[in-house]
């Protein structure tokens, strides 16, 4: 367990439809990132929050946001699905500046 | 986009060899880091060498970086069966929000 816990882990759902992803970051991390992974993309940064605040966008399509709760706490929606979607979804957290990042193990969406 | 390319995409060695995989970047860095990820699963932080850094060790990990080159390595000594892994680095630049950007990859299979 590496402290970040992501759920669901798995995920099929429709095209059209609307899911939501959720983070809960390592114990005193402020920072929570998401990345979607897709075989022909690889690893793409989606967007980061600090504290509770929108810190960094990445390459995330107008149909996903993203929120960070006071709990630190975070949800990725992802709306209007379709078959392109289908990846896996990493959140990952991290503490103080210079040290590595923890990544949850990850919801794998399916779209059909 | 991505930041970092892995050199080779895959390398397949036997039981006790070394590995060596080598990433190179793009813009300058406040750090990079080496991430590793078992198939489908989350990615576990191996090593992080900062950009004032030539060389870190970390058990049977040897990290180097040059800046000059904008380039880094990962050697896995006496490699496992479990090393098998995807081998990943990404780096952190010194603008803006501490966001991880990630390369392609290296496929690493150790052959019993």
């Known amino acids: 367990d590496s402290g970040v816990t992501q759920t669901p882990k798995h995920l099929i759902t429709a095209t059209g439809q609307r899911v939501t992803l959720r983070c809960s970051p390592r114990s005193g991390d402020l920072s929570v990132y998401w990345y979607q992974q897709s075989l022909d993309q690889g690893l793409q940064f989606l967007i980061q929050?600090?504290?509770?605040?929108?810190?960094a966008k990445g390459n995330i399509l107008e149909r996903f946001s993203a929120q960070q709760f006071p709990d630190l706490h975070s949800e990725l929606n992802l709306s209007s699905l379709e078959l392109g979607d289908s990846a896996l979804y990493f959140c990952?957290?991290?503490?103080?500046?210079?040290?590595?990042?923890?990544f949850g193990s990850g919801t794998r969406l399916t779209v059909v | 986009s991505q930041q970092g390319e892995e050199d080779p995409q895959a390398l397949s060695i036997q039981e006790g060899e070394n590995a060596t995989m080598n990433c190179s970047y793009k813009t300058s860095i406040n750090n990079l880091q080496w991430y590793r990820q078992n198939s489908g699963r989350g990615l576990v932080h191996l090593i992080l060498i900062r950009s004032n850094e030539r060389e870190k060790h970390s058990g049977r990990l040897r990290v180097t970086l040059d800046t000059s080159k904008k380039s880094s390595s990962l050697l896995i000594t006496a490699s496992r069966a479990a090393d098998t892994a995807s081998y990943f680095c990404?780096?952190?630049?010194?603008?803006?929000?501490?966001?991880?950007?990630f390369g392609q990859g290296t496929r690493l299979t150790i052959n019993p």
């Open positions: 990404a780096t952190v630049v010194p603008q803006g929000a501490q966001k991880l950007v």
């Open positions: 929050y600090y504290n509770g605040e929108e810190r």
């Open positions: 990952a957290s991290s503490g103080l500046l210079g040290y590595g990042y923890t």
